[in-house]
């Protein structure tokens, strides 16, 4: 952002903070316009309140007082960005791990693109059938095309989501 502002853009930043404070259902997240002049600046805000006016009357407060909250003490924000670190090496960590499991339960797929990726989900490559028979035989819910919350899978359940990812991608193709 600094840099885009230091080079002389204008921009808009749309930022939810829902997922990375657990802020849910809050509506928590912030819109900052970077504007030239106060000119300019009067202008967006004008707009900008015709079109936030239909949408709501009275926004929730509690999410963003929250945010403040964490974002405006320096120990709260460091003990934030070390927790979400923290997290954030969990999920690398159980990504790794599957995939060992993985193997070590015999699948021969390459799995690699798994450990290649980031966040809270992976794509596993699984078709909409191989889902609904993790779903239905193993009560592993994902969605149909194979998206998978990381976030779920912890030392004691790995090893059983790992064979039952086996046994319905065995001798199937899956797409990596």
């Given at each position: 952002?600094?840099?885009?502002?230091?080079?002389?853009h204008?921009?808009?930043l749309?930022?939810?903070?829902?997922?990375?404070?657990?802020?849910?259902g809050?509506?928590?997240?912030?819109?900052?316009?970077?504007?030239?002049?106060?000119?300019?600046k009067?202008?967006?805000?004008?707009?900008l309140k015709?079109?936030?006016?239909?949408?709501?009357?009275?926004?929730p407060?509690?999410?963003?007082s929250?945010?403040?909250?964490?974002l405006?003490?320096e120990?709260?924000?460091?003990?934030?960005?070390?927790?979400?670190?923290?997290?954030?090496?969990r999920?690398?960590?159980?990504?790794?791990?599957l995939?060992?499991?993985?193997?070590?339960?015999g699948?021969t797929?390459?799995?690699?693109?798994?450990?290649?990726q980031?966040?809270?989900?992976a794509?596993?490559?699984?078709?909409?059938d191989?889902?609904?028979e993790?779903?239905?035989?193993?009560?592993?819910?994902?969605?149909?095309?194979?998206?998978?919350?990381l976030?779920?899978?912890?030392d004691?359940?790995?090893e059983y989501?790992?064979k039952?990812?086996?046994?319905?991608?065995?001798g199937?193709?899956?797409?990596?």
């Amino acid at each position: 952002l600094r840099f885009f502002v230091n080079e002389g853009h204008n921009l808009v930043l749309a930022q939810s903070f829902a997922k990375n404070f657990g802020l849910y259902g809050e509506r928590t997240g912030t819109l900052s316009v970077v504007c030239n002049t106060p000119e300019e600046k009067s202008a967006v805000m004008s707009q900008l309140k015709l079109i936030i006016r239909p949408m709501y009357s009275s926004p929730p407060i509690h999410g963003s007082s929250i945010v403040k909250t964490v974002l405006t003490d320096e120990a709260l924000t460091k003990e934030y960005y070390e927790n979400c670190k923290e997290m954030a090496e969990r999920i690398r960590s159980m990504r790794v791990k599957l995939v060992d499991m993985l193997k070590s339960v015999g699948s021969t797929h390459d799995w690699s693109h798994v450990t290649e990726q980031i966040g809270m989900f992976a794509f596993t490559g699984m078709n909409s059938d191989m889902c609904d028979e993790l779903t239905s035989k193993y009560s592993i819910f994902l969605t149909r095309d194979g998206r998978i919350s990381l976030a779920g899978l912890n030392d004691g359940n790995i090893e059983y989501v790992a064979k039952a990812i086996h046994d319905v991608t065995d001798g199937k193709k899956i797409v990596t």
